[in-house]
């Protein structure tokens, strides 16, 4: 197995070609970072998309939900999916409009998924797919049951193809603009933890735990 | 014109249909505070995604790119798209791992894109994805050329039918799972604006300007 995604027709990086990646160890950390992915599907034709919570098993996408979702019943069936993850680091305010842009990581993952069934593998990846959202929860709650696990579908995608595309750095104005007394710089942004909530109904002698306490995405 | 879109086949929320909303109101609200959108288009049966900024000018959804890029040349043609908006407002720690979640709104809208071509459309879209990125931006910056404009690809596309599904508030646990000793409660997250990092060829002399400096979403 090589360490980068073969490069085809539908994976090609076109526009901006110099900020595709190809790299798999890039193209994880970038699936590992992220909340949650958008996921399209074609009903008679029809494009759609979702966005909806993952986490990544080596080389498989793992996606849940309810087996009556729309977007469950097309992942179940086999069919191709395409699945964009995008993380925005900052605005690049450029001196013209034009060189305007967005640093960001993206990516673009292509398959086709297949549905996990024994008990074994789907409480697993209901597994991977908590911890992935908050590392350190699993260990603390309550496990699904065996008609919790019967309401969830589960399922794995192999990433057949797949790039990433990111952007950084400093505004790029032509050199014609860059005398211009106009402000240009990047204003970063971050997606932040606030203080956590408790639920109304908690016994306010529970304390906030560690994983809680000090969240933060990798 | 009514205040809701119509409830049809490929708008209608399915699951968790509680959570869903067909107000104008509602979803151009979410539209207009997301920084980007997931555009998801069809090429020969299979389907693609691509994050991309945009903007909102009354019933219609402004893309811009270049016109060799795949998204524009499907959007330009006047295909079928769906656009999903996701706005990630907190991860909702229950007791059980079956009631974990996530709070958010999102939308998913469906159309066909035309092309603008004058270049006074072009323009005022563009000054609209501008101002929809950074308000108080288009005013301090040097407008596109002609050649730039001719170098850009704009696209609106009229909402034929949207929806948008929230989730908001706290843990819903099962009444046999409140007594556990385990905290519950909503992380809320928010993406927020780091220090301006100016461009390192900008004249140290020229201050960052309120619309930056003051910068935030919504």
């Known amino acids: 197995m090589t360490d980068e995604f073969e490069i085809a027709q ?8 110099d900020r595709g990646n190809y790299d798999r160890e890039v193209i994880y950390q970038i699936i590992d970072e992220a909340i949650c992915c958008h996921v399209a599907f074609v009903e008679g034709g029809q494009p759609f998309v979702i966005p909806i919570n993952h986490a990544r098993s080596a080389d498989r996408l793992l996606l849940h939900g309810s087996p009556s979702g729309r977007l469950m019943e097309r992942a179940q069936a086999g069919e191709p999916l395409c699945i964009a993850i995008t993380l925005i680091d900052g605005l690049v305010l450029a001196r013209s409009a034009f060189s305007h842009s967005v640093n960001y990581r993206s990516v673009v993952l292509f398959g086709r998924g297949y549905p996990l069934t024994s008990d074994d ?15 350190g929860r699993w260990a603390a709650i309550r496990r699904p049951t065996a008609s919790e696990l019967k309401a969830t579908a589960v399922v794995a995608m192999p990433i057949e193809s797949a790039s990433a595309k990111i952007r950084s750095g400093p505004p790029v104005d032509g050199k014609q603009d860059r005398e211009l007394p106009i402000w240009a710089g990047v204003l970063p942004l971050q997606e932040q933890p606030m203080p956590p909530v408790a ?8 304390p906030v735990p560690d994983h809680v306490r000090h969240y933060r995405r990798k």
């Open 10 to 17: 539908r994976n090609r990086v076109r526009l901006h070609a």
């Open 121 to 135: 593998e789907k409480l697993q990846a209901l597994e991977a797919i908590t911890e992935h959202l908050v590392p």
């Open 199 to 206: 639920d109304p109904l908690l016994d306010p002698g529970i």
